[in-house]
């Protein structure tokens, strides 16, 4: 289901993406509706896929995890079996917070956090480099992050 947003859309959309959590009378509030037109809002873009869930975002620094590494990682072997070994063997790593698989220059993107440089060390030789299927390993440590709002217009 395709949907048009208009402008009350769109504000409704970047309070959601502020804070998922607050009311629909306080997102209507700050966009000038009411409480039942801002809500049927809601549920008209969840019913058309545009939302889909509220979530959580844990503080990984203040969980005690330091460092945040992105990993290349490169398939030895591309076969539609190695695929999805490394796929299920990579989602019993639990440091391992995103897996992406990408075209470019590696098979897969990862985002691993870890306490600090050493932790991430042991985490790279001893969990990740085992799997089944891992060839070539490029990481990237996060020295900032900014939280960008996206195409919401």
């Known amino acids: 289901m395709s949907l048009d947003l208009d402008d009350l859309d769109r504000s409704i959309l970047r309070a959601l993406a502020a804070d998922a959590r607050q009311p629909a009378s306080a997102i209507g509030r700050s966009v ?3 409480q039942p ?26 969980l005690g995890f330091d460092v ?3 990993l290349g990682v ?42 600090d440089l050493s932790d991430f060390e042991r985490i790279l030789r ?12 490029e990481a990237n440590v996060l020295l900032s992050e900014e939280r960008r709002p996206g195409p919401i217009g």
Request: hydrophobic content about 45%.
């Open 68 to 70: 945040t590494v992105f």
């Open 126 to 137: 001893r969990r990740i480099m085992t799997l089944p299927g891992v060839g070539e390993v």
């Open 37 to 62: 037109a801002t809500w049927r809002r809601v549920k008209r873009m969840e019913d058309a896929g545009i939302l889909s869930g509220r979530r959580v975002r844990l503080n990984a620094a203040k």
């Open 74 to 115: 490169k398939l030895a072997t591309k076969g539609r079996s190695s695929v999805a070994d490394f796929e299920r063997a990579i989602s019993a790593v639990p440091e391992v917070q995103l897996v992406q698989h990408v075209l470019g220059a590696y098979d897969y993107r990862l985002r691993v956090v870890a306490r």
């Open 32 to 34: 000038g509706l009411s």
